[in-house]
Every structure is written in structure tokens, then in C-alpha cells.
């Protein structure tokens, strides 16, 4: 079964800086997909990024972007220039792509929650 | 506009009762979910629906049932309702074919049993 880790529960930054959010997961599968969500206050959960495992090159989404390394097995999440409206639950979760019947839902991690300090 | 609705954003119900909790999506999408989330546990998968009428188990299904007879509708049911049962409850939706990645989330009923 696969996992995903997320060590830090809550992690604070000043507004305007840079933070890193780590994720690590275990699989043994060689193609999946590795997510962030972001769920603010209002609980609506929110994609925030995707990486696809086949793919070397960091995806990037305006200020955030990640670091994957896939033979550590690490998918950290960096936000640059952080706002006060990133303040936020972040999710870290996995999905196979490899077929086995029926769909497959997310793996998720046990989040961090990220603070803005103004 | 993507929209996933759920019936209610807060339920208090009794130990014992039967309890549904409803899911609409209305972006014609073939697979279906639904998550508990609890406080440092995160997310955790409890059915998915691949289809009408199919359903397969997740990771935490037991004291759980779901149905699906509607393609947009997926309702998850507790049928004797337990205080380990308090939480929030997330659907989701997805597109159908392993190629399509996003799920898009409801915006979560929180349930209490007492």
C-alpha cells in the first residue's frame, strides 16, 4: 500500500518570504501522479500543483513549485513571495496511473498547516 | 464552472440512526468519491464509484455503505450512526481514464453524533 508523509504539522512564515513544505511517500509503483492541495478556512479543497512521476523536470505554477525527487521518493512544495491568502491546510497525496480496475482514489498525507505571519 | 455539492455543511445526528450524506456533481464525471478528514490524519479514502452501480471499497469502509443509481449523484450512508463517526466528509469527482488527474472536492458536510 502506498503512504504518504508529511513531518511537518504546521510550519510559520513572514509574509513575502520563501517556505518549503516536505512530503516523502512510498510506493512501488514506477508511474503515478504526486499532488498538493490547499485547503483554506472555508474547507474547499483546492489543486494546487500536480507532478506526473514520468516527468524529470519540476512543475511550476506561478509562486509555487515543487521539488521532485523520484529515487529518494520526496515531492516538496516550495511558495515563493508568501501571502497572506496562502495561509492554508496543505496536502500532499499520490495516485497510481497504472491500470487495475476501477478508479483509484488519492493517498493523502496528514497536511500541514501553514502559517503567514504578517 | 466545475460544481460538486453536498446536501448539508453541518449534520448532528444521534447514535443509531441511519444517516445520508448526499453528493451531486454536474460535470457529467464517471468516478466518484468519498473521504473522511480528521484532525492529523488528513484525508482518508472510504468507496469510490467507478460507474452507476459500482463501487469498490477503499481504505476505511467499515460502517459505511454508498450508492450510486444517477451518474451525477453518489450518497454515502452510515447505517447506524456511531460517535466514532463524527468527522468532516469530502466528496470529490474525477473524469473518467487513469490520463485525468484532478479530482475536484465538495465543500465537505461536517458530521456530529451524539
Known amino acids: 500500500a502506498q503512504t504518504v508523509t508529511q513531518s511537518q504539522p504546521e510550519m510559520s512564515v513572514q509574509e513575502a518570504e520563501t517556505v518549503t513544505l516536505s512530503c516523502t511517500y512510498d510506493?512501488?509503483?514506477?508511474?503515478?501522479?504526486l499532488f498538493w492541495y490547499k485547503q483554506p478556512p472555508s474547507r474547499q479543497m483546492i489543486l494546487v500543483i500536480r507532478?506526473?512521476?514520468?516527468?524529470?523536470q519540476n512543475a511550476t505554477e506561478n509562486r509555487f513549485s515543487v521539488n521532485f525527487q523520484k529515487a529518494a521518493k520526496s515531492f516538496s512544495l516550495k511558495i515563493s513571495d508568501s501571502q497572506l491568502g496562502d495561509a492554508a491546510m496543505y496536502f500532499c497525496?499520490?495516485?497510481?496511473?497504472?491500470?487495475?480496475?476501477?478508479?483509484?482514489?488519492?493517498?493523502f498525507g496528514k497536511g500541514t498547516h501553514l502559517i503567514i505571519q504578517p | 464552472d466545475v460544481k460538486v455539492t453536498q446536501s448539508s455543511r453541518y449534520l448532528v445526528k444521534r447514535t443509531g440512526e441511519k444517516v445520508f450524506l448526499e453528493c451531486v456533481q454536474d460535470?457529467?464525471?464517471?468516478?466518484m468519491f468519498w473521504y473522511r478528514q480528521d484532525p492529523g490524519l488528513g484525508l482518508r479514502l472510504i468507496y469510490f464509484?467507478?460507474?452507476?452501480?459500482?463501487?469498490e471499497k477503499g481504505d476505511i469502509p467499515e460502517g459505511y455503505s454508498v450508492s450510486r443509481e444517477k451518474k451525477e449523484r453518489f450518497s454515502l450512508i452510515l447505517e447506524s450512526a456511531s460517535t466514532n463517526q463524527t468527522s468532516m466528509y469530502l466528496c470529490?469527482?474525477?473524469?473518467?481514464?487513469?490520463?485525468?488527474?484532478?479530482?475536484?472536492f465538495g465543500p465537505g458536510t461536517r458530521l456530529t453524533v451524539t
Open positions: 464509484s467507478y460507474d452507476v452501480k459500482m463501487k
Open positions: 507532478q506526473e512521476a514520468y516527468k524529470q
Open positions: 460535470m457529467d464525471h464517471e468516478n
Open positions: 510506493t512501488s509503483e514506477s508511474d503515478y501522479y
Open positions: 470529490a469527482s474525477r473524469a473518467g481514464g487513469l490520463a485525468e488527474y484532478e479530482q475536484y
Open positions: 497525496a499520490y495516485r497510481r496511473t497504472s491500470s487495475g480496475g476501477g478508479a483509484d482514489g488519492l493517498t
